[in-house]
Structure formats: structure tokens, C-alpha cells
């Protein structure tokens, strides 16, 4: 079992920044595979960023390249992700997501909320 939980975000205009941070407990952090996805409302939950194990393989969503950067840092079990040039269409919230083989754990996520 892995238990996740995100914190970070906010409220912001565009054009601003924002850092989310997904802090992990449980389980050895460093076999899973980390992700972070967002869903605004009425839509459906998609997909924004992936980091493997080591940190030195990341894919991100193509409306969020440029903008977005995912990282980790295996010893504090935490995985971070930088938003820059916030838009109105990223509010949304946004969850933290583990992966381990079949294995799958959610946060509970965190509203990011841009204004125009």
C-alpha cells in the first residue's frame, strides 16, 4: 500500500506559476513509477505527466510540454511538479498517481484554479 497526498495548489492568474507536490508513504517510493493527472469539471480525467523510478525518464502531455516540468526526489518520497505559464484552461484538479506493476494508487488530488 502506498498512500498519497498532494498539496500546492491555489489560485492564480494566467500567465503565473504554481508548484504541486505529491508526498508518499508506505511502501519504498523509489520502484514506482509516478504520475500526475488532472480533471476540470465535466470532463474526464487525463493525463499530464510521468516520471519513472530514477527520475531520468519523463513524457508529458503535449498541451503542457514547455510549460510543465515533473520531478522526484527519492529520499524526501516526494514527486513535484512545476507549472509555468499558467492558462485558464489547466485549472482543474489535480492528482498524484503511483504505478507498480498492476499496481495503481491515487491521492486525493488538489485544485489548481487559473484566473484570466
Known amino acids: 500500500q502506498v498512500q498519497l497526498v498532494e498539496s500546492g495548489g491555489g489560485l492564480v492568474q494566467a500567465g503565473g506559476s504554481l508548484r504541486l507536490s505529491c508526498a508518499a508513504s508506505?511502501?519504498?517510493?523509489?520502484?514506482?513509477?509516478m504520475g500526475w493527472f488532472r480533471q476540470a469539471p465535466g470532463k474526464e480525467r487525463e493525463f499530464v505527466a510521468r516520471i519513472n523510478w530514477s527520475g531520468d525518464t519523463t513524457s508529458y502531455a503535449d498541451s503542457v510540454k514547455g510549460r510543465f516540468t515533473i520531478s522526484r526526489d527519492n529520499a524526501k518520497s516526494t514527486v513535484y511538479l512545476r507549472m509555468n505559464s499558467l492558462k485558464p484552461e489547466d485549472t482543474g484538479v489535480y492528482y498524484c498517481?503511483?504505478?507498480?506493476?498492476?499496481?495503481?494508487?491515487w491521492g486525493r488530488g488538489t485544485q489548481v484554479t487559473v484566473s484570466s
Open positions: 498517481k503511483a504505478t507498480w506493476g498492476s499496481d495503481n494508487y
Open positions: 508506505g511502501r519504498t517510493f523509489n520502484v514506482y513509477t
